[in-house]
């Protein structure tokens, strides 16, 4: 069966400090790969996608960015957090080209100081 | 403007019926979804629906689409207090990429 890993859980940065999330999908080959961002009262924004290794597609400008090393991994990165990267972070794979549902991880709740 | 829209709020009494409300612009939409969103988890699929359908029922989940309208429904028949949580509604397509579009989600609060 599939499962999908994220981590961490929770993370308190100060402003500037640098940002690594993680998320690596188990059980299945060439999945979507997703990362979300859930603000406060903002719903789920879609950051980036990925449909391959080394394919990332961004939704929104902004001071992170994503990376597909391999089929499963998938990483969110920042060099320098701002206050405004404060949110819960959904990471999510859905089988390629297909329209099937999306499987979420827990999330990572992100806190900047 | 928002692709998938939906209100933020929806406060129910236990037992009674809840209807979250949804509406979407992409006209190929293919696949429309109900995710469930519980206090610091991840999304769960709740039900989904093809576009050439116009209802599914999965026991107290009813889904009504009025694709004509480009309007998606969910109906949760005697609502409990576990089924407090935020709905997401999402869509996707082949024009889409696949890529799913969510809702800013709805705040289902059901009370005693």
């Known amino acids: 069966s599939q499962t999908i890993h994220q981590w961490p859980a929770t993370l308190v940065q100060p402003v500037g400090s640098p940002l690594s999330l993680e998320c690596t999908v188990e059980g299945t080959s060439n999945p979507n790969l997703y990362w979300y961002r859930q603000a406060a009262g903002r719903g789920l924004q879609l950051l980036f996608y990925?449909?391959?290794?080394?394919?990332i597609s961004s939704e929104v400008p902004q001071n992170l960015s994503a990376s597909r090393p391999q089929d499963r991994q998938f990483i969110l990165s920042s060099k320098k957090l701002l206050l405004s990267d404060s949110g819960f972070y959904l990471c999510a794979w859905s089988v390629g080209g297909s329209n099937t549902e999306a499987f979420f991880g827990q999330g990572t709740r992100l806190t900047v100081v | 403007g928002e692709d998938v829209e939906q209100s933020l709020f929806l406060s129910v009494r236990e037992g009674d019926s809840s209807v979250i409300n949804c509406t979407y612009t992409?006209?190929?939409?293919?696949?429309l979804y109900w995710y469930k969103q519980e206090p610091g988890a991840g999304l769960q699929l709740l039900t989904y629906i093809f576009s050439n359908m116009d209802m599914k029922q999965d026991q107290r989940l009813t889904v009504l689409l009025n694709k004509k309208d480009k309007h998606l429904s969910l109906r949760i028949a005697d609502t409990q207090t576990g089924d407090s949580a935020i709905y997401f509604c999402a869509e996707s397509s082949t024009g889409g990429s696949y890529i799913p579009t969510f809702g800013r989600g709805t705040s289902l609060i059901v009370h005693p």
């Open positions: 990925s449909v391959g290794i080394g394919q």
């Open positions: 992409d006209s190929s939409s293919t696949y």
